[in-house]
């Protein structure tokens, strides 16, 4: 399971108020607190797609599909967003999640 969860969704969640605070009020950042605030908003967010995408490999691989069968029909994103996210590529079928991981 995913470790630290509140804390980095904390993480993310403050740096993206801090930009939408920078957008309310832009003249009150200097660039260089832009660029913290940017760096903030996509390295708390690698983290956590990482941390999902760390927790999705460690399930055994009958389980990966079926959640990424759940996901992708729950019309919370796409199918490709899903893929993406947690296989970094696209697979044509559930199937061949299973058959890559029996390569392995």
């Given at each position: 399971m995913i470790?630290?969860?509140r804390e980095l969704v904390e993480a993310e969640e403050m740096a993206y108020?801090?930009?939408d605070v920078c957008l309310g009020s832009p003249q009150s950042f200097t660039l260089d607190e832009k660029r913290e605030i940017c760096e903030q908003m996509e390295s708390t967010s690698k983290?956590?797609?990482d941390?999902?995408?760390?927790?999705?490999?460690?399930l055994p691989p009958e389980f990966?599909?079926?959640?990424l069968?759940?996901?992708c029909?729950?019309?919370?994103?796409?199918e490709e967003f899903w893929k993406n996210l947690l296989l970094g590529e696209m697979p044509s079928s559930t199937e061949d999640l299973i058959d890559k991981e029996a390569d392995r």
């Amino acid at each position: 399971m995913i470790e630290n969860t509140r804390e980095l969704v904390e993480a993310e969640e403050m740096a993206y108020f801090r930009a939408d605070v920078c957008l309310g009020s832009p003249q009150s950042f200097t660039l260089d607190e832009k660029r913290e605030i940017c760096e903030q908003m996509e390295s708390t967010s690698k983290a956590i797609e990482d941390a999902m995408r760390k927790d999705f490999e460690s399930l055994p691989p009958e389980f990966r599909a079926k959640l990424l069968d759940m996901l992708c029909a729950s019309g919370c994103e796409s199918e490709e967003f899903w893929k993406n996210l947690l296989l970094g590529e696209m697979p044509s079928s559930t199937e061949d999640l299973i058959d890559k991981e029996a390569d392995r």
